[in-house]
Every structure is written in C-alpha cells, then in structure tokens.
C-alpha cells in the first residue's frame, strides 16, 4: 500500500511540471516521438516548444491549449 501511494505521488509530481522533453510529450499525446520532432522541425510550426541550447522542452499548458486548437481545426497531424 505504501508503495503505491509513492508512485501515486510521484505521477502527481510528474504531472505538475510546467515542461515536458520530447519523449514526455510523446507519451502525454499517444504519438511516436518522431511525429513529435517532426512538428518541430516543420517551418512556420505553430506547435509549443523552445530551445535550451540543443534541448527541445515543450510548454505542458500551451501544448493542452495547441491540442485543443488542432482538435476544433480537425486538424491532421
């Protein structure tokens, strides 16, 4: 029981971060990490990220509201 409580915890930890790596964001969407570098690479790409030095962090509260834009556009991906 303890030990479960601690992973609940941890996955609530996890949740509350403000940023997410590439593999994170993969996981939290359901799609490939490669469709994730994909949209980053993309030009003119609305999707939310940014750079720190060669890492890519994606923005967890733009990405939900990016998610929620493609989704009423129908958007493919």
Not at 34 to 46: A, G, T
């Amino acid at each position: 029981m303890e030990e479960l409580l601690k992973q609940i915890l941890e996955r609530i930890k996890d949740n509350s971060r403000a940023t997410m790596t590439v593999v994170e964001c993969a996981q939290y969407i359901k799609v490939n990490k490669d469709k994730i570098r994909e949209l980053i690479n993309k030009p003119n790409s609305d999707f939310p990220y940014f750079k720190n030095g060669s890492k890519v962090i994606i923005n967890k509260s733009q990405l939900d509201s990016w998610l929620d834009k493609i989704s009423r556009e129908h958007r493919n991906l």
